[in-house]
């Protein structure tokens, strides 16, 4: 298995383009998130799904759109970078159990810097 | 509020026990107890979870004091590689409303083995 991967894993942008952040895993894994994390700061979860077209707003949504067509992809959309989202991206994925969270799993990290 | 309250570091000596405390005295009934490490720069990675009887897996233990308000992280012998950041979390279950409840790092401790 490879686990949970993302892609790129650094990029660059100027204010106002658009990118997607890309997150696959190959667990079965029903539920899948995602956070980021700005430097010495903890996680904040941005989006997340318990599914195939079942997705919902985490804490810190705006800016951000998700979709999940497939069990396997969880893509994260920016709409139109700004500095303040600036930050490390990090994709997780997890089954649930009797709606208990069980181990969840990170992919490394899409690093983005917005200029 | 935080939820939970760690020490802001810790040192060990390799080959020994590292044993980590968290303080989680405003727990809920259904709030499972869960652990995760990262190491700098890398994704977080899961390491253990517990409602209230103590757990135990490959990688440590997870003792549970019986009023539930606080827990102990038990690697048994601790190497060089355990040195990370250390985060405890409190968690609602997915469908008692911990969905949108990501998982929510604090400051962690810094466990540091020495060799």
């Known amino acids: 298995n490879a686990g949970v991967t993302q892609t790129p894993k650094f990029q660059v942008l100027k204010t106002g383009q658009s990118m997607t952040l890309q997150c696959a895993q190959d667990?079965?894994?029903?539920?899948m998130s995602w956070y980021r994390q700005d430097p010495g700061m903890g996680l904040r979860l941005i989006h997340y799904?318990?599914?195939?077209?079942?997705?919902d707003q985490g804490e810190v949504p705006n800016g951000y759109n998700v979709s999940r067509s497939t069990t396997e992809d969880f893509p994260l959309r920016l709409l139109s970078a700004a500095p303040s989202q600036t930050s490390v991206y990090f994709c997780?994925?997890?089954?649930?159990?009797?709606?208990?969270?069980?181990?969840?799993?990170f992919g490394p990290g899409t690093r983005l810097t917005v200029l | 509020d935080a939820k939970t309250t760690q020490p802001t570091s810790m040192d060990c000596a390799e080959g020994r026990a590292a044993n980590l405390p968290c303080n989680h005295s405003t727990i809920s009934g259904n709030e499972y107890v869960y652990w995760y490490r990262q190491i700098h720069s890398q994704g977080p990675q899961y390491i253990i979870h517990g409602l209230k009887n103590n757990e135990t897996n490959e990688m440590a233990s997870l003792i549970i004091t019986e009023d539930r308000k606080s827990s102990t992280l038990i690697l048994p012998h601790a190497t060089l590689r355990d040195t990370a950041v250390y985060y405890c979390i409190v968690r609602l279950p997915f469908y008692s409303g911990g969905g949108a409840d990501g998982l929510t790092f604090g400051k962690g401790t810094h466990l540091i083995i020495q060799p």
């Open positions: 997780a994925s997890s089954t649930l159990s009797r709606g208990t969270y069980n181990e969840q799993f």
């Open positions: 799904s318990v599914g195939a077209g079942i997705t």
């Open positions: 667990m079965n894994h029903e539920y």
